[in-house]
């Protein structure tokens, strides 16, 4: 394992999204216990997300599923790798698969 990195009670907002329902406006509201994550996610697109893996303080493995706000939903495969900014927040470069496409979602810490 590399670093201690936690997600526990982050919010990360999407700030790059290629091909994805995803905007900017959606927030990931992040919770960690031992090496399960699992995070709780909406915005005008999407009426509810939800993921859940494995964080090993550098990368993660994660499955998501969600509903859109036309009432499709869509599971697919994340696999994150996470690193800390110089001024302490996180910044996420997610690689994903679904049911509909693949891409790519660089988000950012939100401070709050």
Do not use: C, K
Not at 31 to 51: P, S
């Amino acid at each position: 394992m590399g670093s201690q990195i936690s997600l526990h009670e982050r919010t990360l907002r999407a700030v790059e999204n290629a091909d994805g329902e995803v905007g900017t406006e959606t927030l990931w509201h992040f919770q960690q216990v031992g090496d399960m994550i699992t995070a709780e996610y909406e915005d005008q697109n999407i009426a509810d997300g939800h993921l859940m893996g494995v964080f090993d303080g550098d990368t993660w493995d994660a499955r998501y599923y969600q509903v859109t706000e036309d009432g499709e939903t869509v599971t697919g495969r994340s696999e994150g790798t996470v690193e800390e900014l110089p001024d302490g927040r996180l910044v996420v470069e997610e690689h994903w698969e679904s049911t509909d496409g693949q891409g790519t979602t660089v988000l950012e810490e939100v401070l709050r």
